[in-house]
């Protein structure tokens, strides 16, 4: 008889952990699909990021553009030919934009972890190009 009820009592916490397992089994399964999901959102957020950044660095760029564009006419209404060290800057300037669009390109291509550091990049370089508008501008008085 002790038999009997060791063997019900073992059958029970047998059902009991293997309802309990179930649901731990089920549990588990909705915070995995959870923690996907959380993942999957960060990753579109960074891409978004990555996305706005981009757009936002191709305008920066677009209107520097202009900008020298704008200087570069003024200087060949003004003096007929833009020579020597003024060219120089002029092409500087230009080379420092084409440089800058390049590496936009390889952002536009990067994995999520070396964006990151293209983004600081591509940043600096714009910043960069735009103290040497700037400066290229004042220099010659053109604005």
């Known amino acids: 008889m002790l038999r009997f009820k060791f063997t019900i009592l073992l059958t029970g916490l047998m059902i009991v952990f293997g309802a309990c397992s179930e649901e731990t089994k089920r549990n588990a399964g909705e915070v995995n699909d959870q923690i996907e999901s959380t993942v999957e959102s960060a990753k579109n957020d960074a891409e978004q990021t990555k996305a706005e950044f981009i757009a936002d660095a191709q305008k920066k760029i677009e209107e520097l553009n202009e900008g020298i564009e704008e200087a570069e006419n003024k200087l060949k209404k003004e003096t007929g030919e833009i020579k020597g060290e003024t060219r120089a800057k002029l092409n500087d300037l230009k080379d420092k934009r ?3 669009k ?5 952002l536009k291509e990067s994995g999520e972890d070396n964006w990151v550091n293209l983004k600081n990049k591509v940043k600096s370089e714009i910043e960069s190009l735009k ?6 501008v004042n220099d010659l008085k053109l604005s």
């Not at 390049?102 to 390889?106: I, Y």
């Not at 103290?131 to 290229?136: D, E, G, V, W």
Request: cysteine-free.
């Open 102 to 106: 390049e590496d936009l390109s390889d």
């Open 98 to 100: 084409d440089s800058i």
């Open 131 to 136: 103290a040497r508008y700037n400066n290229f």
